[in-house]
């Protein structure tokens, strides 16, 4: 099946406006956010790229938002482009046409063993017979390739999210994965010892990877379930509920949150960017909860939660 990557090319401070429009007008929020720095061409493609742009000033620290769209979606991006024009900011759109035929075979030079948390590492399926012993000897090892949706481990939020897990005492806990992208946090919810794990996505294709890489891990306590936010979650307490989702998301859920939570659950939200906290923390205090912890990688946050 043919692909396209789109790239959304913006100025750092501009990732919030556009991360809302791709969500609320489109419900895109399956995103790669890169830097240019360290940006790799990691998929290949044929001599049919397309590029279009709208270039209307300088982009002095641009960072792109990638997403996938099947193939027969131009209507989407003739759409997206309106959006964006309308928006008032400045960007560069690129989109390139992808096969799927040879994905995980383009991941391999840029996905590697890592330690997900001091508890969690992510072994590559074609680097198990060559990691290191001491990492296959690790108590807890998802294995995992990469796939077209969000948090497969390598971004900062998603390790920040795996670190504040791990400070909790997930044993026989119920937890709630909202956003779960590839289920990379619910997996290591449920390898830290969870009774079950509720995982849900708005995002189809996510939830077929998530159930994927969770079969491939022989994990059998996590129910995947497609749900815009907590739709399709009702009349529960969660013990742990992660959120690694972007601020607009934040706006919506947190207000929300309290009715699965009781004085002993704990939130874990991440997606955060540091010029973001202040509002986040606004936004807890206003919603009755208090931060416990607050976790730093970079320019990104995540922050554990409880009821006050």
């Known amino acids: 099946m043919e692909y396209l990557q789109v790239s959304i090319l913006v100025d750092y401070n501009n990732i919030e406006t556009i991360s809302t429009i791709l969500d609320f007008n489109f419900n895109i929020n399956s995103l790669q956010i890169e830097s240019p720095e360290n940006k790799n061409d990691f998929v290949k493609h044929d001599d049919s790229v397309m590029v279009d742009w709208n270039k209307k000033g300088v982009l002095p620290n641009k960072t792109s938002l990638i997403f996938y769209l099947q193939r027969n979606q131009l209507d989407v991006l003739e759409k997206l482009k ?22 995980g075979e383009n991941w391999k030079p840029f996905f590697h063993t890592l330690e997900l948390s001091k508890d969690i590492v992510i072994v590559p399926t074609w680097e198990q ?27 900062q939020s998603t390790r920040l999210s795996a670190t504040a897990l791990n400070d909790q005492n997930v044993k026989n806990k119920k937890v709630l994965d909202i956003g779960t992208g590839s289920g990379v946090l619910a997996i290591s919810a449920s390898l830290l010892g969870a009774q079950n794990v509720i995982a849900t996505d708005i995002d189809e294709n996510s939830i077929k990877i998530a159930k994927s890489n969770a079969k491939e891990n022989n994990i059998q306590n996590i129910d995947f379930i497609i749900s815009d936010l907590l739709s399709n979650v009702k009349n529960k307490i969660f013990d742990i509920i992660l959120g690694n989702l972007l601020l607009p998301i934040h706006r919506l859920l947190l207000p929300k949150i309290s009715a699965l939570m009781d004085e002993h659950s704990i939130l874990i939200i991440s997606g955060i960017l540091n010029g973001q906290l202040e509002e986040i923390q606004n936004l807890i205090n206003d919603n009755n ?6 976790y730093n990688e970079d320019e990104w946050v995540a922050v554990s939660i409880r009821k006050k």
């Open 129 to 155: 017979d060559s990691a290191n012993q001491s990492v296959l000897n690790h108590e807890n090892i998802i294995k995992m390739d990469p796939g077209m949706s969000f948090g497969s481990g390598t971004h």
């Open 82 to 103: 309106i959006e964006l024009i309308k928006s008032e900011i400045n960007f560069e759109l690129e989109i390139k046409q992808i096969t799927d035929i040879n994905w």
């Open 289 to 294: 909860l208090s931060i416990l912890k607050i």
